[in-house]
């Protein structure tokens, strides 16, 4: 399964470089196999283990998508390595996950030189929720939204998807 995985993200991440999109096709036949290969494998349990990953796997990414940071083939796609290797596996990847996305979010604030206005942004963005919360008014507008350059996202959670195999192989070795 995890050849077939790491298959289907390279092609996945390769047409995200390209067009920046991911097509329906690459995230609906993962899903498929995911649940088809445990259904045929475990049975029900496996199905519902199968659903339960992709059900995460959508979740983890479904704020990050209704802020505007990301697209949804990039929610669909976690959605789909949920289905491929169950809840668990899309718990550790999460923590993979985060720390590919800091990084790389880093690396091209740095680039562009909007690393401090994103943080000053950020914590502006955070007192006007903040302050609507806790006291139902804010004297300020809303922040501007930032404008940054997008990147495919599918390569972060492609690099996270192998370090999270490779993890799990370790672990399987002893190492």
Known sequence: MDLLLL???SVAVYIDMRTMTIPKWVTVSMALAGII???ITLGKEGVMFSVQGLL?????LLIPYLAGGIGGGDV???AAVGAMKGPYFIFFLTVFLSIAAITVTTIVLIR???FV???RYCFHYFLHILSR???GIYDREKPESLHLTPYPFAVVIGISVFLTVLY???LKVGV
């Open 7 to 9: 298959a289907f993200l």
């Open 37 to 39: 290969y445990y259904g």
């Open 56 to 60: 995460l796997g959508f979740l983890i």
């Open 76 to 78: 669909k796609l976690l």
């Open 112 to 114: 562009e030189k909007r």
């Open 117 to 119: 206005s994103t943080w």
């Open 133 to 135: 919360l806790t006291f």
């Open 168 to 170: 799990e192989l370790l």
